[in-house]
């Protein structure tokens, strides 16, 4: 592809897949916070990704820059979403948009690199969450630490697929950890053997930047779902 594959049809494609991602999987993200959260975190998340589907340009053009569909996803999650999950997604994609604004009217993956540096870096502000504290911070900061280290020039698609599967481990490794945050802290060792549905939301989000994920199943075997 050429850069001119990755402007706003390619940014605007990623959040609907994310959206059909979402849809797809709602019941298996909810059965996973009935058992460790408070079980909206599918439905939510659903709704998240709805808002932001109605804010989406439906045609972009050729010459549209990348991060405004990105932005448009931001701000649905950041104005219409509540609880936890809302502001936070809304955070990781309002610094995703930044930096693709940053890098001109194509994705880069610099940009996709920067974004969810400084995703992390919001997030962990704004939760005081940590790696190793049982939240989407364990799928993200391997996000953050995988793009990093792609080389700048390799296409954006390609990037988001190292950068899935840096998240669906960390996503799977949650199920060794004790929580410390949220309301999986107070279950103690029952919520270990189950992933954290936040951490398995951002593996979605970056999965989508190639493919719909149809179900969770195939990518959380390692954690006996």
């Known amino acids: 592809m050429t850069s001119t594959s990755f402007g706003a049809t390619f940014t605007s494609d990623w959040m609907r897949r994310f959206a059909a991602s979402v849809t797809a999987?709602?019941?298996e993200l909810t059965r996973l916070d009935q058992q460790v959260g408070d079980g909206d975190f599918?439905?939510?998340?659903?709704?998240?990704?709805?808002?932001?589907?109605?804010?989406?340009?439906?045609?972009?053009g050729p010459q549209d820059e990348a991060a405004a569909p990105l932005e448009a996803a931001a701000s649905a999650f950041l104005d219409e979403i509540g609880g936890t999950s809302g502001p936070l997604f809304g955070l990781l994609l309002q610094s995703l948009a930044t930096a693709a604004a940053e890098a001109g009217p194509a994705l880069t993956t610099p940009a996709l690199a920067a974004g969810a540096?400084?995703?992390l870096a919001a997030i962990q502000r704004v939760g005081e969450a940590a790696v190793g504290d049982r939240t989407l911070v364990d799928a993200l900061a391997p996000v953050a630490d995988a793009l990093r280290t792609v080389p700048a020039a390799t296409p954006p698609d390609r990037a988001l697929l190292t950068a899935a599967d840096a998240a669906w481990q960390g996503a799977r490794d949650t199920v060794r950890i004790k929580a410390r945050l949220g309301r999986s802290s107070y279950l103690g060792d029952r919520a270990t053997g189950i992933p954290d549905p936040g951490a398995v939301g951002v593996s979605l989000l970056f999965a989508s930047g190639v493919t719909v994920v149809p179900t969770l199943a195939p990518h959380l075997q390692e954690a006996g779902h």
């Open 25 to 27: 999987t709602e019941d």
């Open 42 to 60: 599918g439905v939510n998340l659903s709704v998240g990704v709805q808002a932001a589907l109605r804010r989406l340009p439906d045609k972009p």
């Open 117 to 119: 540096a400084s995703g």
